[in-house]
Antibody
Framework: QVQLQESGPGLVKPSETLSLSCGVS?????????WVWIRQPPGKGLDWIGT???????YYNSSLKSRVRMSVDTSRNTFSLSLESVTAADTAVYFC??????????WGPGIRVTVSS | EIVLTQSPGTLSLSPGERATLLCRAS???????LIWYQQKPGQAPRLLIN???TRATGIPDRFGVSGSGTDFTLIISRLEPEDSAVYYC?????????FGQGTKLEIK
């Protein structure tokens, strides 16, 4: 059974860097598929942040591209998200997920991150 | 960037009725790249079905789709109370994803 779990601080100060990690169990990241981060501001819809492949190739949402970086650690079977210079607009539930042709089948439960001083 | 617009914003129906949820794309989307998700409060989204009618594991055949090109429809027949949720369409193209803003389905 594939499972994903987000981890990281729930509170980040404005202008600082938000750093989250996603631990994957039941499947080896190095075996394939695509690994994505998606966020959902309070009371709003879903926003794709970016996708990373096992090779480290990344694709980012153009609206966040200048501030976001994703990485993968196949030895720890995790992938990570870094978002710089955060503001209150970055307050959201952040989901990590596994994507493939045909959709996003596996999601983490989400982690709530608040940007506030 | 392909923009997805969903309508209506909210839909209120009774058990046993049929729901029709629309998703319009700003550009042509391949049917297999148009995906529908269901999200209940406090939960992660759940994949339902793609535009080619391939349902995810465990999704009943009450959930169906139609459409192609830029106009897609999610049809939920014989509504049940547990269908109450927000439904999102999503497309992927050239390794980028976009979501519609969602349709909230309320079961009276």
């Amino acid at each position: 059974q594939v499972q994903l779990q987000e981890s990281g601080p729930g509170l980040v100060k404005p202008s600082e860097t938000l750093s989250l990690s996603c631990g994957v169990s039941g499947y080896s990241i190095s075996s394939g598929y695509y690994w994505v981060w998606i966020r959902q501001p309070p009371g709003k819809g879903l926003d794709w942040i970016g996708t990373i492949f096992r090779s480290g190739t990344t694709y980012y949402n153009s609206s966040l591209k200048s501030r976001v970086r994703m990485s993968v650690d196949t030895s720890r079977n995790t992938f990570s998200l870094s978002l710089e210079s955060v503001t209150a607009a970055d307050t959201a539930v952040y989901f990590c997920a596994r994507a493939q042709v045909g959709g996003i089948h596996y999601w983490g439960p989400g982690i709530r991150v608040t940007v506030s001083s | 960037e392909i923009v997805l617009t969903q309508s209506p914003g909210t839909l209120s129906l009774s058990p046993g009725e049929r729901a029709t949820l629309l998703c319009r794309a700003s550009e042509t989307v391949s049917v297999s790249n148009l995906i529908w998700y269901q999200q209940k409060p406090g939960q992660a989204p759940r994949l339902l079905i793609n535009g080619a009618s391939t349902r995810a594991t465990g999704i009943p055949d009450r959930f169906g789709v139609s459409g192609s090109g830029t106009d897609f429809t999610l049809i939920i027949s014989r509504l049940e109370p547990e269908d109450s949720a927000v439904y999102y369409c999503q497309q992927y193209d050239s390794s980028t994803y976009t979501f519609g803003q969602g349709t909230k389905l309320e079961i009276k």
